[in-house]
Nanobody, 119 residues
Framework: VQLQASGGGLAQAGESLRLSCVAS???????????MGWYRQAPGKQREWLATRIRAGRISYADSVQGRFTASADGGKNTLNLQMNSLEPEDTAVYYCSVGILGSSNDIWGQGTQVTVSS
């Protein structure tokens, strides 16, 4: 399974950006995706979990983005979009998507997409 993240860029405080993550690969592997999630890592900080969509469809969020960020699987079960509203300079980071695969203990990570929010 490979992940392609897109949609990062520059924004001013208060604006919105929408990230997209698409998982591709052999159908048997795609069908074994158990969860998809978004994380971010700001310079000098540890990677931070943002949101996860599990196989059954339920989505959970970190407190830090609850109410501002919305994850959705608009493009199908192999996608996870992240609508980011009311952006703040503190949201500046590289954003990563990841998937968990049934039967595997190792998550798969995408290449990351940069989000920069200016004040």
């Amino acid at each position: 399974v490979q992940l392609q993240a897109s949609g990062g860029g520059l924004a001013q405080a208060g604006e919105s950006l929408r990230l997209s993550c698409v998982a591709s690969g052999p159908i048997p592997s795609i069908s074994r995706i158990s969860r998809m999630g978004w994380y971010r890592q700001a310079p000098g900080k540890q990677r931070e979990w943002l949101a996860t969509r599990i196989r059954a469809g339920r989505i959970s969020y970190a407190d830090s983005v609850q109410g501002r960020f919305t994850a959705s699987a608009d493009g199908g079960k192999n996608t996870l979009n992240l609508q980011m509203n009311s952006l703040e300079p503190e949201d500046t980071a590289v954003y990563y998507c990841s998937v968990g695969i049934l039967g595997s203990s190792n998550d798969i990570w995408g290449q990351g997409t940069q989000v920069t929010v200016s004040s």
